[in-house]
């Protein structure tokens, strides 16, 4: 399996700092997202839990992701139209959590129930041919891997996936591409990686991973449908 090894700006979606007015000056509330008032601005300033005030993941950002291999031509695809919107070095992959538990709050329990919930799945064939885009960002849907998403979502209830930008039960999805504005580029990378679809691809383990200073790291990897482990 190939393990995530480079700095990626969140798996599946990145978290960008944010800004929202705020005009009687009170102070500002957004979920799970930390924000406080700009004096004298009437702007409240968000930002996603685990991320810097320039929307970037902070070392010790874990998530929970299946990487899949099979779709790296999708990304190829993208890249080649528009090398700077796809992540480079980070393998096509499916985010189930992210941001998950920090690091430094991970216990064992955490760890055995990634193993324990990976178990009850079996490793699954994917047929990825669902194109979506929106607001400068292309992926494709994985349907297969949904169930897997659901279930560690309501393992751990309290955790939202991307900070609950997209709702508490965002479609499980291999991002492409992001940050592509130009409506050009975006429809020739929808072209491109359309022209690939459908494509049949394997997911085979779940990773926990987490973000040092030389990139994200693979923490554990459990093998969906092996032994749960202690």
């Known amino acids: 399996m190939t393990p995530l090894t480079s700095p990626l ?26 924000c406080e008032a700009v004096p004298g601005s009437g702007v409240c300033r968000c930002r996603t839990p685990g991320c810097d005030d320039d929307g970037v993941p902070e070392p ?14 999708l990304l190829d695809a993208a890249r080649r139209i528009a090398p700077a919107h796809v992540r480079h070095g980070v393998p096509a992959h499916v985010s189930l959590l992210y941001p998950f ?15 324990s919930l990976a178990a009850r799945f079996p490793a699954a064939d994917l047929v990825l041919e669902d194109l979506v885009t929106a607001s400068g960002f292309v992926g494709v849907t994985v349907a297969e891997l949904q169930p897997i998403a659901d279930a560690f979502r309501a ?48 997911a085979a383990a779940v990773q926990l991973v987490a973000l040092t200073a030389e990139g994200w790291r ?11 482990g202690r």
């Open 101 to 115: 538990v920090p690091e430094p709050a991970l216990t064992g329990q955490d760890e055995r129930s990634v193993r």
């Open 60 to 73: 010790g950002t874990t998530a929970v992701v299946i990487v899949v291999p099979d779709a790296a031509p």
């Open 9 to 34: 700006p969140g798996p599946g979606s990145p978290q960008q700092s944010r800004t929202g007015q705020n005009p009687e000056g009170r102070g500002c509330s957004s979920g799970s997202r930390r």
């Open 218 to 228: 693979p923490r554990l990897t459990a093998p969906l449908g092996g032994p749960a």
């Open 155 to 202: 393992r751990w209830p309290g955790v939202r996936p991307y900070g609950g930008r997209f709702g508490a039960q965002p479609a499980a999805h291999v991002t492409v591409a992001l940050g592509a504005d130009d409506p050009t580029a975006t429809a020739h990378v929808r072209a491109a990686v359309g022209s690939l679809l459908p494509l049949r691809a394997r």
